[in-house]
């Protein structure tokens, strides 16, 4: 089946959704963001490999940080970047997305990064756009955010190179997280042998052993002998519906402290995608604890935004082969 | 065509840099042949010149290609990796083939980029010929003529020894 992610060559043209992706493509990206890490340690922050180009934020939907780690990922590659609200300018005055897209490709645009509430909004401008011009999904409602979930693993891999003797607890609301899927598969892929959820039902989705993992309803035992716990961001803006009694109530039940730390092996790393809701899935002392590794989970999304640009931006507009 | 011996070069070019070397003198190695190339120079250094702290680094000049347009980044870089302060150092930029001086090019844009050396000298162990830039080595181990569809390659085997190689591309 056709892939619309790959060109006729099987390299990467879009980055859509790391399902589909193969390991080939994976390990290409994460060894690419290894050569980004040292860019930010010099004395000049940048690289000029996107020097000419112009990098499109086109966020339908607001998401500051996201943005600015985009942002940021193309000015160090020595991009322009224009960053579009759409949100609060033409879509409010009727214009429709393809319009929108096509102003800006009319604006010679070469780089799309796309934010939107709908699933599959990304997906639908790859389609549009013509040869040359590549397409990142920065998110698209519940469906995927496919460089979240690559800086997760990159984090994994970069505190734990040895992915074949890993086990890696993805903790909280899987149900509407558009992260936990993607890690799921990209971890599998890269040869993690046990992922396991912990959750309570009424946030988990319903075919979720499909994805090979081991599921647990309590923290004690999903936690024990793990080396790695991604929590996951309670999505309150998502919620609908009672599915949880109180915040507090999951806290005591599902919240990450210190006790329930200690059932994890003794250096395991604690990772979130922020921002945290601290006090509901994740302690304090936790999350600022010596274990925690959020903050370089941070600055690991530059490189590895960077990386997937870098990708992305050079030997396809001409056609060329390598 | 008979092939220098490459463990020769080596002797030979870093006989050459030991009589340039001075308290500020860096090495810095380009991906791959260069970087197993620098490490070699370095241990012989070190012991010929224990008062010097003789820092060192790598480089994969891969971010700063020319080409990077039309045929995009390869698909295994390595990470450049220069801790110590490139500022006011004496830079010996070694590599194992100089051909076009691109790759030169680059690893010189991609220092200039951790600070301002005092000076850069080139050192390769075979200059091929077919430079397409006004860039040369300083210090050379053998001078080498070859077609344009021939392919030097330096490899290293296990135990650390060295081996060129030509190989034909066809493209």
Not at chain 1, 14 to 19: A, D, S
Not at chain 1, 188 to 193: S, Y
Not at chain 2, 27 to 47: A, C, F, Y
Not at chain 2, 50 to 72: E, F, K, M, N, V
């Amino acid at each position: 089946m056709h892939n619309p992610q790959l060109d006729a060559e099987g390299r990467l043209k879009h980055l859509l959704t790391i399902e589909g992706l193969p390991k080939r493509i994976l390990n290409q990206i994460l060894d690419t963001a290894e050569t980004f890490v040292g860019v930010a340690e010099r004395d000049i922050k940048k690289v000029p490999l996107l020097r000419g180009k112009t990098v499109c934020n086109i966020f339908f939907e607001n998401s500051t940080r996201t943005r600015t780690t985009f942002e940021i990922a193309a000015k160090r590659l020595s991009a322009d970047v224009i960053n579009l609200n759409v949100g609060t300018s033409s879509q409010s005055k009727g214009e429709t997305i393809l319009d929108t897209v096509d102003n800006l490709i009319a604006m010679h645009a070469d780089m799309f990064v796309v934010r939107h509430a709908q699933s599959g909004a990304a997906h639908f401008i790859a389609q549009h756009v013509p040869d040359g011009i590549s397409v990142i999904n920065a998110g698209d409602g519940r469906h995927a955010h496919p460089t979240q979930g690559l800086l997760d693993v990159f984090t994994v891999r970069r505190y734990k190179p040895d992915m074949h003797n890993l086990r890696v607890a993805l903790v909280g609301d899987v149900l509407h997280s558009r992260v936990a899927r993607s890690e799921i598969h990209a971890l599998t892929t890269l040869g993690v042998p046990e992922v396991r959820v912990i959750a309570p039902k009424t946030l988990l989705p319903a075919d979720v052993e499909k994805l090979g993992v081991q599921v647990f309803h309590d923290m004690k035992n999903g936690l024990k002998d793990v080396d790695v716990i991604m929590m996951l961001r309670l999505q309150n803006e998502r919620m609908t519906g009672a599915l949880l009694p109180s915040a507090q109530e999951y806290f005591r039940t599902f919240g990450l402290t210190q006790e329930m730390l200690n059932h994890a092996k003794p250096d395991a790393i604690v990772m979130h995608p922020g921002p945290m809701n601290r006090g509901v899935e994740i302690d304090s002392s936790v999350a600022d604890g010596n274990q925690s590794v959020i903050l370089p989970q941070v600055t690991y999304g530059i490189a590895v935004r960077m990386a997937v640009m870098a990708i992305l931006g050079g030997g396809q507009s001409a056609g060329g082969g390598a | 065509m008979q092939l220098p011996n490459p463990e020769t070069l080596l002797a030979d070019i870093t006989t050459q840099i030991a009589a340039q070397i001075n308290p500020d003198t860096a090495l810095v190695g380009i991906h791959s042949g260069g970087v197993w190339l620098m490490q070699r120079i370095l241990k012989t250094l070190k012991q010929d010149f224990p008062q010097y702290t003789l820092p060192s680094g790598t480089l994969d000049a891969a971010l700063y290609r020319d080409d990077y347009a039309a045929r995009g980044l390869k698909t295994d870089p390595k990470p450049s990796d220069i801790t110590f302060d490139v500022a006011d150092k004496h830079i010996i930029l070694i590599d194992d083939i100089f051909y076009t001086g691109r790759t030169t090019r680059a690893a010189m844009n991609e220092l200039f980029d951790y600070g301002r050396p005092a000076s850069i000298t080139l050192a390769v162990l075979i200059n091929r010929g077919g430079a397409q830039l006004p860039i040369a080595p300083n210090i050379t181990g053998a001078e080498i003529s070859l077609q344009a569809n021939q392919n030097l390659q330096l490899s290293q085997d296990t135990k650390g020894k060295l081996h060129l190689e030509i190989e034909h591309n066809n493209a």
